[in-house]
């Protein structure tokens, strides 16, 4: 297989784009496709300061690597989650102490700004125990553990005066999302399923840069500029509904190459069109702030973050 740019040997081939590109081309092409994406959506603007949430991953570490390199104002925001895992899979002690050392070392060596928040030392406990001393999280600490990321995320951008929170969710993510979402056919989820979710009062612009592009083509990129991500995903992602769609759509995929690509962009294209409602119904208006921490909530008195936290504190008191 050659190289469509230059004719060298190719190092990745793109079946459903029918485009095959060297290392060199690659890593080229893709920072140029974000590109592209991010104007598209006008999701943020060289003047605004961005702040990606960095999980140590492929995906995260790929983004970032990939704004700084399009002169993006980019820094980090690592959240410690205090999640182990089985100790022979980590080097270090544990899933979230190697993620954060990935993420540490590539800051360092790019020279970026990394913030840093760990649960445990804020709020007292660690997210699978934050998740076992509540109802919410019984079995699998996701729930809680979205809750607080969404939170603390939300907190730091605000708190420290960025315009826009980036995440890596790739296309494989947001596909398998979709199904979920379309399987319940969860209107207020679809229509916030987007590239952009514009801000409001009290919450911070979000962005996927990422999300039209590929797992597999964002591994390649990670692994062709040489960074060092972790390969193990959070233990609690086994087993879960997300990974379960993920493996369904591989399987459409390997019979019909872009379904995915094209399953996701319609969904974008019907959205736009109004399908599920009108685009700036996206954030609710009636949301009013929290009385404790100040973010918005449409519960009347605390947030959901603000209850889970004074209730591990009730907990721990009695
Ligand atoms: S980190 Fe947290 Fe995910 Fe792990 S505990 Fe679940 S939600 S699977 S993206
Ligand atoms: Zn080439
Ligand atoms: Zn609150």
Redesign the pocket.
């Known amino acids: 297989m050659k190289c469509r740019k230059c004719g060298g040997k190719a190092a990745v081939n793109m079946r459903q784009h029918k485009l095959a590109l060297c290392k060199e081309h690659y890593l080229e092409w893709l920072p140029e496709q974000v590109e592209r994406f991010i104007r598209k959506y006008q999701m943020f603007t060289r003047d605004e300061k961005v702040l990606v949430a960095v999980s140590g991953g492929k995906d995260s570490l790929a983004l970032w690597d990939i704004l700084t390199r399009l002169n993006y104002r980019a820094d980090g925001l690592y959240i410690g989650?205090g999640?182990v895992g089985d100790p022979a899979l980590f080097r270090a002690s544990g899933y979230s102490a190697e993620s954060h050392r990935l993420a540490q070392k590539f800051a360092d060596e790019h020279g970026l700004t990394l913030h840093v928040v760990d649960v445990e030392q804020a709020y007292g406990y660690p997210?699978p125990v934050l998740a076992e001393m509540t109802n919410r999280g019984k079995g699998?600490?996701?729930s809680v553990?979205?809750l607080v990321k969404r939170h603390e995320m939300n907190r730091i951008a605000r708190d420290l005066g960025y315009a826009v929170l980036a995440t890596g969710h790739n296309l494989d993510d947001e596909a398998a999302v979709l199904l979920s979402n379309t399987l319940t056919w969860s209107r207020d989820y679809l229509l916030r399923q987007g590239p952009l979710l514009r801000e409001s009062p009290g919450l911070a612009r979000k962005v996927k840069p990422l999300c039209r592009f590929y797992e597999r083509e964002m591994t390649a990129y990670a692994l062709l500029r040489g960074i060092e991500y972790i390969y193990e995903e959070?233990p609690?992602?086994v087993g879960?509904t997300t990974t379960y769609n993920k493996e369904l759509l591989n399987r459409l995929e390997g019979q019909r190459p872009g379904a995915k690509l094209h399953f996701y962009l319609r969904f974008l294209q019907a959205r736009q069109e109004g399908l599920f409602g009108k685009m700036d119904e996206e954030r609710h208006t009636e949301l009013q702030p929290c009385p404790q921490c100040g973010q918005p909530t449409s519960a009347p008195g605390l947030c959901a973050f603000c209850r889970l936290t004074a209730r591990t504190k009730t907990i721990a008191i009695s």
Do not use: D, F, K, N
């Open positions: 989650l999640i997210i699998r600490p996701c553990c979205g959070c609690y992602a879960s």
